[in-house]
């Protein structure tokens, strides 16, 4: 009964795979979004879908491509990874695009790490 | 450019107060958040502020003035549960948040 799921949690890979990390959320929301946690901590915003259109992309290489089979699940998808995609993904929903209180419900994050 | 400054680190005893706080500058504002994130885990919500003055939400309070772009988060009664990184992020004129680095806070008995 979690609130917003992602998997994997941790994904180890070699640079030049493709690799892809879920999202489903079951709170009825109808924004839900991509945010990338790099080593120094700050949270990047990459992609937010609304009723299964894009409204944010945020200069991210087109070899992320978000996919949004239904306004309960977002998926990501990375082509070629490099190096500098390690990070912590983490997928976040919120109700009105957060435009009442802003307030965000994020799943737990995936730990990605490019070899 | 928009940006959000809060210190990276600060240690304070069990039991006691703190306060950490937080500048911002964005174009427009909608509201200023803050989260809490432990290590390893996802940020979840702590407080809202749009309008100026103090918001108490038990041990955690928030407070906000936007004539000064300036925001702190108080934590009275102090845990050592409490230790985590607070995350300030500010609202902007187009309702994105924008997010500064976090401030970890480490709680010593």
């Known amino acids: 009964d979690t609130a917003v799921s992602q998997t994997p949690k941790y994904l180890v890979t070699q640079m030049g795979n493709d690799k892809s990390i879920k999202c489903e959320q079951n709170?009825?929301?109808?924004?839900m979004y991509w945010y990338k946690q790099d080593s120094k901590k700050f949270l990047k915003i990459m992609f937010s879908?609304?009723?299964?259109?894009?409204?944010i992309n945020e200069t991210v290489p087109n070899r992320f491509s978000p996919k949004s089979p239904d306004k309960a699940h977002l998926n990501l998808h990375i082509n070629s990874l490099e190096l500098g995609d390690s990070a912590v993904y983490f997928c976040a929903s919120s109700q009105d695009g957060g435009a009442v209180t802003g307030e965000l419900f994020f799943g737990e994050g995936s730990r990605l790490t490019v070899l | 450019g928009q940006n959000i400054d809060q210190p990276t680190e600060m240690t304070a005893t069990e039991g006691a107060i703190v306060q950490i706080n937080c500048t911002y500058q964005?174009?427009?504002?909608?509201?200023l958040f803050w989260y809490q994130q432990h290590a390893g885990e996802a940020p979840t919500f702590l407080s809202y502020n749009v309008l100026d003055g103090l918001e108490e939400k038990g041990r955690f309070s928030s407070f906000l003035s936007r004539s000064k772009g300036y925001s702190y988060l108080l934590l009275k009664e102090l845990q050592m549960k409490d230790s985590a990184s607070y995350l300030c992020?500010?609202?902007?004129?187009?309702?994105?948040?924008?997010w500064g680095a976090g401030t970890k806070l480490i709680i010593k008995p």
């Open positions: 879908y609304n009723n299964k259109e894009l409204i």
């Open positions: 992020a500010c609202m902007d004129s187009n309702y994105q948040l924008i």
């Open positions: 709170l009825g929301h109808d924004t």
């Open positions: 964005t174009s427009g504002f909608n509201g």
